[in-house]
């Protein structure tokens, strides 16, 4: 098959991306190249899988070198391959790279078809400043990290600060600074709603749940390395495909809860529940969880 390639820019590495019968397709070698991953190894291991070799398609592409061939996966299992790979047994010098690629090249894959443009997602140092800008606002106005953090989702239309493009984060702590200094805006949001859908204990039995649900995927994690280890690839895919709906019904999930948790009344609850939003090590820190931002 030929097809008319298409190239983005992902941290200044190129990735290779066409569309065909409605399906969105990346090259595979040029990602294994751009992460310093052995391709024969990767292309092996990606015809031995029993849903990946499923989803491959050879075409045929212009390269200065003459017509070559490519292997390339539906960027729907890009992730899955991904996360196949065990950060701990590659090179110490790539490990970095994977992990990025693993929390990012979907993504950025997925916004380039669908938005016109590969859109890089901003990395937790670069919130820094604007994190700072919070914790400045909560103490000199005397809110909790929810009501601050809503001024920006509000502002922006966003529900969490880790989905502002680097463009914006210079002016969300713009705003944010104005806040602190003029306190415009600092308003009893109370008025504008009508409190939650859920009474108050009903919600935050679903949010400590929500919690558990989302540490769960390091549990299907470990399921889907013992199904490999095992060749058993039926339940790996189902270990795999049931691993992902939980994260993803915990991400949908608790996107919700964040959108409605200023309106909560009860303080002690309210903070437990932030903690289980902030404090959770797997939301703070994303490890190398091989579903973490799956079809995102």
């Known amino acids: 098959m030929t097809a008319q390639i298409q ?33 024969d190894g990767q292309r092996q291991r990606i015809q031995r899988d029993e849903v990946l070799s499923q989803g491959t398609v050879i075409i045929t592409a212009p390269t200065n070198s003459g017509d070559q061939q490519m292997l390339c996966l539906p960027i729907d299992y890009l992730n899955g ?14 490990r970095d790279l994977l992990i990025t690629y693993k929390k990012e090249c979907y993504k950025a894959l997925s916004d380039y078809w669908m938005k016109g443009k590969a859109e890089r997602k901003t990395t937790t140092d670069e919130r820094t400043g604007l994190r700072q800008a919070v914790s400045q606002l909560v103490s000199k106005k005397g809110l909790i990290y929810s009501d601050a953090y809503s001024f920006i989702h509000q502002r922006f239309n966003v529900q969490h600060i880790d989905e502002l493009t680097a463009e914006q984060i210079p002016m969300a702590v713009e ?15 109370s008025s504008k709603t009508h409190g939650i859908l859920l009474d108050e204990e009903a919600f935050y039995v679903v949010a400590k ?55 909560m009344r009860n303080k002690v609850w309210k903070k437990e529940i932030e903690d ?17 931002h799956y079809l995102r």
């Open 175 to 189: 705003y944010i600074h104005k806040i602190v200094l003029e306190g415009e805006l600092i308003t009893d949001t």
């Open 209 to 263: 749940a929500i919690a558990k649900l989302n540490e769960s995927t390091f549990e299907w994690e470990k399921m889907m390395d013992l199904f490999s280890e095992l060749e058993s690839h039926r339940n790996y895919k189902t270990a795999f495909n049931l691993g992902v709906a939980s994260y993803n019904l915990a991400q949908s999930s608790e996107k919700i809860i964040m959108k409605n948790l200023v309106q």
């Open 7 to 39: 190239t983005i820019n992902f941290h200044n590495q190129p990735l290779s991306t066409f569309e065909h019968n409605s399906i969105y397709y990346v090259a595979m070698k040029p990602i294994c190249e751009n992460i310093g991953l052995n391709w």
């Open 81 to 94: 391959w991904l996360f196949g790979i065990d950060v701990k047994r590659v090179k110490p010098e790539i």
């Open 276 to 292: 289980f939003i902030f404090s959770n090590p797997h939301l703070q820190n994303h490890t190398e969880n091989k579903l973490v």
